[in-house]
Structure formats: structure tokens, C-alpha cells
């Protein structure tokens, strides 16, 4: 049995193979060790694309700026139950509050929140004034719904006093960047009272996104670079001081609706 099974396992390799015993005294070549990698193919016609990308952040917001006069330019600070504030709503239909359309988004411009305006909507950032006998440069990222600079507008003005001439501010161009984003920009003559930055949404639908405001104080006495006010703007100026002159004041701020809801919620868990 034995010999016929060591008879059988030759012959299942076939009349037409043979056998070659190896050889232990030569080491197979390495291949990796002294051939070179293969290039890559890379082919043309293939469409490329990223599969992701990678931005970093800041997320105190635009430190470069360390002489804003504005408290809170680009929104990193403003809480829901803060005591301070950095923009207020503007618009005549709504009291003046704290603005709250304040959310973290990838698309801000400059740290990790940005604001966004709907149509019909005003908001102002309240800042200080700048040093006896300077000059403001203001400036504003804005990102509109419909990809015209011109859907969203900006003013410097002052916050309490008719008493420093208002500025309106524009993009250099008209035209937004490659991100969509406009940046609105002027400077105006030396100023005396608190300065605020005014924004107003111009759209019929959508919304705006509006981050890194910077208001700052210019050494010497530069010429007004920017445009006046027309004069139905210079009416509704007007009303929006009157208004935030009385939520200026020193007072005791009022809660917030969600610092009105948070302490209720408090109560019933309790």
C-alpha cells in the first residue's frame, strides 16, 4: 500500500512537469532592497478632486487688530447672558437688544462665530472713541445672499449725538472676492463722540453674514475718504442714535430671552 501510494504522488504532477529541488546554499534575490520603486501613473484625463481641507482658526477672533475700538468686532465675545454687549439690534420695529443671530460656522472670515442678517435688518456695534484729534478707518467683511457687495450696507456713525458726520462705507470694487465675501471700508475725519459701526441688510430674501468689524483710530487728520449719507439715510441715522442713546445708558441691563427662559427652566427643575 505504502509503495503504491509514494508511485501515485510523482505522476500527479503529470507527464509534461518536472521537480527542481531548491537549493539552499543560494538566497533568492531581494527585490526591494535594490530595485527602485515604481513611478506613479498618473493619467490626465482622471478629474481630481479634494477630498477635504484643512484651515486654522484663531478662536479668540482677528488679535492682530489690538487697537479696535469696537468691543467686540467679530462676535467671539457676545453671549446670550452676557452683561456686555458688542452689536444691539437696530431696527425700528424691534426694541433695541442685544443681537443674538450669532452662530459658529466654517464660513465665517475671521475666528469661530460670525453674525447673520435676514432682510429687512439693522444691527450696530458699539464702540468708544478714538484719541483726541484722530482720524477712524472702519472696515466690515460682509458676505451677501445674492453675491452683490451692494445688498449689504454700512455706516460709521456716532452712537449717542448727531455731532461727527456720518461715513458710509463700500467695497472698493463693488464685486465680491473668490469666497463671496465684501469687504466695506472708509475712513473718516477726526471724531468726537462714541463711534458706532451701523449695518443694514438691503435684500428681499436670504440672509448676510457680517464678521470682523474693526473701527481704529489714525494718527493725524486724513482727509474723508468715504460718502455722505443721503438724506432719507440721514432721517433714519437719526432715529436709530435717538434709540441707542437711551439703550446706552447707564443702567442695569435687562435679561435676555434666553437668560429669561434658562432661569425659568432653572425653577421648575428645582
Known amino acids: 500500500m505504502l509503495l503504491a501510494l509514494a508511485w501515485a504522488l510523482p505522476a500527479a504532477c503529470g507527464a509534461d512537469e518536472s521537480l527542481t529541488p531548491a537549493n539552499p546554499s543560494v538566497a533568492a534575490p531581494d527585490a526591494g532592497a535594490t530595485a527602485p520603486l515604481p513611478a506613479p501613473v498618473l493619467d490626465a484625463s482622471l ?13 479668540f477672533g482677528n488679535v492682530a487688530v489690538t487697537d479696535n475700538l469696537l468691543w467686540d ?9 452676557a452683561q456686555q454687549y458688542g452689536w444691539v439690534n437696530a431696527t425700528i420695529v424691534v426694541t433695541y437688544s442685544a443681537f443674538d443671530q450669532i452662530r ?18 439693522r444691527i450696530a456695534a458699539v464702540g468708544v ?49 473668490a469666497s463671496g465675501w465684501c469687504h466695506l471700508e472708509a475712513v473718516g475725519g477726526p471724531r468726537e463722540r462714541a463711534t458706532c459701526l451701523y449695518v443694514e441688510s438691503r435684500f428681499d430674501e436670504g440672509e448676510a453674514l457680517v464678521d470682523d468689524a474693526v473701527v481704529r483710530g489714525v494718527s493725524g487728520s486724513l482727509a474723508n475718504k468715504g460718502s455722505a449719507p443721503s438724506a432719507s439715510a440721514r432721517a433714519e ?8 442713546r437711551e439703550r446706552l445708558r447707564p443702567a442695569p441691563a435687562a435679561p435676555t430671552p434666553v437668560r429669561v427662559a434658562f432661569e425659568a427652566w432653572m425653577q421648575r427643575a428645582r
Open 104 to 121: 459658529p460656522d466654517s464660513a465665517c472670515r475671521s475666528g469661530l462665530k460670525c453674525g447673520f442678517m435676514t432682510q429687512s435688518q
Open 47 to 59: 478629474p481630481t478632486k479634494a477630498k477635504r481641507s484643512v484651515s486654522t482658526r484663531n478662536p
Open 129 to 177: 472713541a478714538p484719541a483726541a484729534g484722530q482720524s477712524v478707518a472702519a472696515s466690515v467683511w460682509v458676505k451677501p445672499p445674492g453675491g452683490a457687495c451692494s445688498e449689504v450696507g454700512a455706516t460709521l456713525i456716532s452712537c449717542d449725538y448727531d455731532v461727527d458726520a456720518d461715513v458710509e462705507l463700500a467695497d472698493a470694487d463693488g464685486l465680491p472676492d
Open 73 to 81: 468686532g467679530d462676535f467671539e465675545w457676545s453671549s446670550a447672558f
Open 237 to 244: 441715522l437719526g432715529r436709530t442714535r435717538a434709540r441707542l
